[in-house]
């Protein structure tokens, strides 16, 4: 597991008590039927409190007759979610960038044959051509939609359409943050919090990333300063991607 973005959690009891939970709930699971199990999320990470549920992905062989009581469980009042998948359909299938990022970050727990190790090992990993392409679309992307965008929205008198092309900017911009650092993008809820655990970001990026993301009114003059101060955040790191995928940013936009 990938222990950069894990988190203390504030009740180290009641991780315990999940952690405790997940190995009692898999007990069940530990049988020839069954290829592996991993745990996910908030008892893998650290970060269990109460808002938190136990995630536990169950991997079983095509064709047997294991099944769940339910996929949302409680115990001693706790939520269990349980993902129960063929390990052969698994295989076969194309995991998208949440899934892949969700079991980077996750644990494995039984893997009597090795085939969950060797499956994440396959599907999981940033590919060249992954962090080429999250890179110079995030480039442009963000760029289009914070310095073009959002004098479109203005034009057609939306300010909070206008307004509203910053946050998705925003998103891009941090997607080609997480692929220059060799990582995979992780699910919008977490995406800020990990992305401040990068070690390759633009020079003061909390500070930067604060003052784009304040508003104080839907103005025009408050979508200029916004958008100047994402565009310096965006200038600092337009070389370090153009030297990574050894194009101009011009021939990026061809691209993309």
Sequence with gaps: MNSQFSIQSSDPLLLEKAIRIAREFSGQYLNDDIVGIVFLGAIVRGYFDHFADIDIAVFKKRGSAVSLAGQFLKMEGLEVHCH?????????????????????????????????????????????????????????????????????????????GAHHMVNEGVNFFMDMLFALNDQLVPDTKWKYYCAEKLEQLPPNFREGMQDVMTLHDFSVEELERRRKSFMEMWESMRPIIEQEVKLSYEEINQLV
């Design 84 to 160: 129960l998948s063929d390990y052969e359909d698994e295989l076969d299938a194309t995991w998208n960038m949440p899934k892949r990022w969700t079991f980077s970050q996750g644990q494995i727990y039984h893997d009597p044959d090795g085939k969950i190790a060797k499956l994440l090992a396959e599907k999981v990993p940033m590919e060249p051509e992954d962090k080429k392409w999250l890179m110079m679309w995030g480039l442009s992307m963000s760029e289009w939609y914070i310095y073009r965008l959002t004098q479109l929205w203005v034009e057609r008198g939306n300010l909070v």
